[in-house]
């Protein structure tokens, strides 16, 4: 799978080409951002995830660099790798979805479907 340079948000991120979107939760605000998304977790491998922030802002955390923390702000989106341990920070009113990609499947590319 190859990857384009895309900016998304404060700096450039990885973004594979041909991801199809599979779904995106419901918007959160302050009030109803679910308590597993503060706390580190991870996206399943093979998914890729995208933070869109529609108003306000939030604070995204790789647990991996917990001391380089990424503001995400209204208009912007942070890639999310597959796997990759991670949460969000709350810093004030905020509205946001995560959007969640597969690759492509290719039914044309596979011989054993008729």
Request: aromatic fraction near 6%; glycine fraction near 8%.
């Amino acid at each position: 799978m190859s990857c384009s340079t895309v900016s998304e948000g404060p700096g450039p991120e990885e973004w594979p080409d041909g991801l199809q979107l599979v779904r995106i939760t419901p918007e959160f605000d302050e009030h109803t951002v679910p308590a597993g998304l503060l706390a580190a977790h991870r996206i399943a491998s093979g998914v890729w995830g995208r933070l869109l922030v529609r108003s306000g802002s939030i604070r995204f955390v790789f647990e991996e660099h917990p001391d380089r923390p990424v503001v995400v702000a209204a208009g912007d989106r942070q890639v999310i790798p597959p796997a990759i341990p991670h949460h969000v920070e709350l810093i004030g009113p905020v509205r946001f979805v995560v959007e969640f990609h597969r690759p492509a499947v290719d039914l044309d590319a596979d011989s054993s479907v008729p």
